[in-house]
T-cell receptor, first 109, second 115 residues
């Protein structure tokens, strides 16, 4: 079966750095997405990785290792507004998005 | 990226009734998806809405319960039929290209409560 694992919840301190991991087992791979979802709102697109390596976009970076079925989202200089759920999703061989359960990130002052 | 207008944003409905949710996109898109998200859970794909043909439903979802229309490339509706409290959830439409790395865009969601 297809499976995406990410931690249920993480806590970090304002101004610090946090890494949210995602491991996946899917039938084929056509890219990995990270989304941010604030409580009561729709998910918003953060990043996309299809090749191995690190993609940097401001305070957020995303890393992919296809051979290990592994990705992480790195958030730097954490701000209170970064408190949200972070969803990992993989596009499989049929171009279907397989979603992880999401990681709730709590930022403390 | 596309902009999606989804309505209603929320509704409280009686058991046994039906609710139709609409999504209007500001540009033509090939693929439109309908998701359900229960409290504290991730997204579950209900179906892919195809223009000019029947929607493609995921396991556990059937057309009689969740009929979908897709009359053109900018609009779709999802109806939640014969509702029960278990249907209380957030329903989201989403658009994207199968080969796009630009991500999928979501509507603002419909928060449905069935009483």
């Amino acid at each position: 079966g297809q499976n995406i694992d990410q931690p249920t919840e993480m806590t970090a301190t304002e101004g610090a750095i946090v890494q949210i991991n995602c491991t996946y087992q899917t039938s084929g791979f056509n890219g990995l997405f990270w989304y941010q979802q604030h409580a009561g709102e729709a998910p918003t697109f953060l990043s996309y990785n299809v090749l191995d390596g690190l993609e940097e976009k401001g305070r957020f970076s995303s890393f992919l290792s296809r051979s290990k079925g592994y990705s992480y989202l790195l958030l730097k200089e954490l701000q209170m507004k970064d408190s949200a759920s972070y969803l990992c999703a993989v596009k499989d061989s049929n171009y279907q998005l397989i979603w992880g359960a999401g990681t709730k990130l709590i930022i403390k002052p | 990226s596309a902009v999606i207008s989804q309505k209603p944003s929320r509704d409280i409905c009686q058991r046994g009734t039906s609710l139709t949710i609409q999504c209007q996109v500001d540009s033509q898109v090939t693929m439109m998806f309908w998701y359900r998200q229960q409290p504290g859970q991730s997204l579950t794909l209900i179906a892919t809405a195809n223009q000019g043909s029947e929607a493609t439903y995921e396991s556990g979802f059937v057309i009689d319960k969740f009929p979908i229309s897709r009359p053109n490339l900018t609009f779709s509706t999802l109806t939640v039929s014969n509702m029960s409290p278990e249907d209380s959830s957030i329903y989201l439409c989403s658009v994207g290209k199968s080969d796009s790395g630009h991500g999928y865009t979501f509507g603002s969601g419909t928060r449905l409560t069935v009483v």
